[in-house]
């Protein structure tokens, strides 16, 4: 079970060029969600899926797309990269209902801007 | 405003000894709480979820404490090992249901020192 998987694990890319982090989860989890972590600063929420075909902006969500074309996916999209974004992202899922279980999250993509 | 605020940012301890980390919320409504430890170049993981009516509850060698009447909660570290230095993060869930309902911590860096 490899529950929440993220690709790349590292990047590196130049200012204005774009990317694409992918995001996998198989434990049939309805929310999924993106989170950068800066020093000093905790999780800060990009975006969110309540489900397939479905998101939403969180706290940070400029700069950033994201699709959930299948439930099982969610891809965060950085059309025009920015040194701002240098940053690690992570990845979360979880259920819905049954007393708000527990995040999961992936093991991060650690991304810089040049 | 809905605002987790922890402390210490950052702890040092002997391998042995007991540590604790605090967690003062403001989220209102509030569901519950959760601690998640966080390893160096991994994603954050669940230790222990906390519900309004629950004062104490422990996992192994960790306890956590929560008194919602003061809006504060501490996770206590029993015996350190080498392993338990990470970042623990303080998580509160603002109501029962809803996919964007999260407040994270900015963490505290535990060390365990030989």
């Known amino acids: 079970n490899a529950g929440v998987t993220q690709t790349p694990k590292f990047r590196v890319l130049k200012t204005g060029q774009s990317m694409t982090l992918l995001c996998a989860q198989d434990?049939?989890?309805?929310?999924m969600y993106w989170y950068r972590q800066d020093p000093g600063m905790g999780l800060r929420l990009i975006h969110y899926s309540v489900g397939e075909g479905t998101t939403a902006k969180g706290e940070v969500p400029d700069g950033y797309n994201v699709s959930r074309l299948k439930k099982q996916n969610f891809l965060l999209g950085l059309e025009s990269a920015a040194p701002s974004q240098t940053s690690v992202y992570f990845c979360?899922?979880?259920?819905?209902?049954?007393?708000?279980?527990?995040?999961?999250f992936g093991d991060g993509t650690r991304l810089s801007i040049l | 405003k809905n605002q987790v605020e922890q402390s210490p940012q950052s702890l040092i301890i002997l391998e042995g000894k007991n540590c604790t980390l605090q967690?003062?919320?403001?989220?209102?409504?509030?569901?519950?709480l959760r601690w998640y430890k966080q390893d160096t170049g991994r994603g954050p993981v669940s230790l222990t979820i906390m519900t309004f009516s629950e004062n104490t509850k422990s996992n192994g060698r960790y306890t956590a404490t929560l008194d919602a009447d003061t809006k504060q909660s501490s996770l206590h570290i029993t015996a350190s090992q080498l392993s338990d230095s990470a970042s623990y993060i303080c998580?509160?869930?603002?109501?029962?249901?809803?996919?964007?309902?999260?407040?994270f911590g900015t963490g505290t860096r535990l060390t365990v020192i030989p």
């Open positions: 434990m049939n989890h309805e929310y």
């Open positions: 979360a899922s979880r259920n819905y209902g049954q007393g708000q279980g527990p995040q999961h």
């Open positions: 967690c003062n919320y403001t989220v209102s409504p509030f569901s519950n």
């Open positions: 998580v509160v869930s603002g109501d029962q249901t809803g996919a964007n309902n999260l407040f």
